[in-house]
């Protein structure tokens, strides 16, 4: 268990639908990090918090966003759903938000999207 | 063309058996490799974190990093079953925490 917890595992929707996808980080650790993977492109960097702030922007959709709070959990938000979006979403965390070391990554929420 | 290319498998191999796999990339910025593990509806687990060039062992792991060929390699010694799995390359420039990853490989260890 890696400590980073990922609600809900599974997410069945319509298009044009709106989502969120929650994450909890390891205890202590102040980054959050959004990946979505599917089959064709793998493992795609969204977008990073860092103690509240956004840190860095990847290929992330005007349709998406996200936001850490307070207490350091994250939401990923999915919008105008559309089938292409239809993809597993991990979360990840790490203590320091450094260069990829130390990251530990949830279990995923399996996002489809009929 | 992609930054990071990794032959997707599936690769079956017998146990006991030394298991090579690679990925090759084209952005010269990258100065930091990683190797992550990934089990069925699992997320990735980080195997092995290499900077620059060089070998780094840890175990029946062994990481090599040839930037001069922009190629990347991971060696399993003396496979076995539990390492049945899907792996991943991932690396990232300096400063830059986002990870590009390859696509994965699917490894079969056959008892």
């Known amino acids: 268990d890696s400590g980073v917890t990922q609600t809900p595992k599974h997410l069945i929707t319509a298009t044009g639908q709106r989502v969120t996808l929650r994450c909890s980080p390891r205890?202590?650790?102040?980054?959050v990090y959004w990946y979505q993977q599917s089959l064709d492109q793998g493992l795609q960097f969204l977008i990073q918090y860092y103690n509240g702030e956004e840190r860095a922007k990847g290929n992330i959709l005007e349709r998406f966003s996200a936001q850490q709070f307070p207490d350091l959990h994250s939401e990923l938000n999915l919008s105008s759903l559309e089938l292409g979006d239809s993809a597993l979403y991990f979360c990840?965390?790490?203590?320091?938000?450094?260069?990829?070391?130390?990251?530990?990554f949830g279990s995923g929420t399996q996002l489809s999207v009929l | 063309q992609k930054e990071v290319e990794q032959d997707p498998g599936p690769l079956s191999v017998p146990e006991g058996a030394i298991v090579s796999l690679n990925c090759t990339y084209s952005?010269?910025?990258?100065?930091?490799f990683m190797w992550y593990r990934q089990y069925s509806r699992k997320g990735p687990e980080l195997l092995m974190y290499t900077y620059s060039s060089g070998n780094k062992e840890d175990g029946r792991f062994t990481a090599q990093v040839d930037k001069s060929s922009k190629y990347i390699s991971l060696f399993i010694r003396d496979s076995q079953p539990s390492d049945s799995a899907t792996y991943l390359c991932a690396m990232t420039d300096f400063g830059n925490e986002k990870l590009t990853f390859g696509t994965g490989t699917r490894l079969t260890i056959i008892p």
């Open positions: 952005n010269s910025a990258f100065q930091y």
């Open positions: 990840a965390s790490s203590a320091e938000g450094g260069r990829g070391e130390k990251l530990f």
């Open positions: 205890s202590g650790d102040l980054s």
